[in-house]
């Protein structure tokens, strides 16, 4: 089972407010280094953390993690997805590392961020099914929050090479190919 990998160590900041069930610590932080990704089915996406008080915290959800202190943001907006499976890998692509993104949000408010990593899916769901296939990729938005958002939520940006006149009118892929079906 491959629900626990590592992600790359990541420096971030965990709102104090996870440390008591939420009834307190709000507008508080705790530095901290993401260094793992844990995967639960039905769950939104959730991280290994060490703090620089000493504690190690696992099943620290997104919404809870920033680069610095900003304004929380609604689970349902930092994150489109909850994990499709207990089995997943996480892989920093290098073609993408720290590279600009617009995310277009369920609230349809498009927020500018920078890559971080990507988690995908195998052998659960959705994530074996060709139209449905989600992976999250993990990027920290200009404000600081964290956010997951899949490749049809997320318009790179590099303006030596995409030009950004997209129309958003295309249909995911449906077939699944083989040569042996």
Request: aromatic residues 16%; glycine residues 4%; negative net charge.
């Amino acid at each position: 089972m491959t629900f626990l990998v590592d992600t790359p160590y990541t420096s971030c900041y965990i709102r104090n407010e996870f440390f008591y069930d939420e009834t307190k610590g709000h507008g508080e932080y705790t530095q901290a280094y993401v260094f793992g990704f844990r995967a639960e089915p039905a769950r939104v996406p959730m991280f290994q953390v060490m703090c620089s008080n000493g504690s190690q915290w696992a099943r620290v959800p997104i919404h809870m993690i920033v680069s610095k202190p900003c304004e929380t943001l609604p689970l349902n907006i930092t994150c489109w997805w909850d994990s499709y499976s207990r089995y997943c890998t996480v892989h920093e692509f290098s073609f993408l590392r720290n590279h600009s993104v617009n995310c277009y949000g369920r609230d349809k408010i498009t927020r500018h961020g920078n890559y971080l990593f990507t988690i995908d899916w195998a052998t659960g769901g959705f994530s074996e099914i060709s139209d449905q296939h989600k992976n999250h990729h993990v990027i920290v938005l200009d404000t600081g929050q964290w956010i997951a958002y899949p490749n049809n939520k997320c318009i790179w940006v590099d303006p030596s090479y995409i030009k950004q006149d997209i129309k958003f009118d295309w249909i995911s892929p449906s077939k699944s190919y083989s040569v042996e079906i």
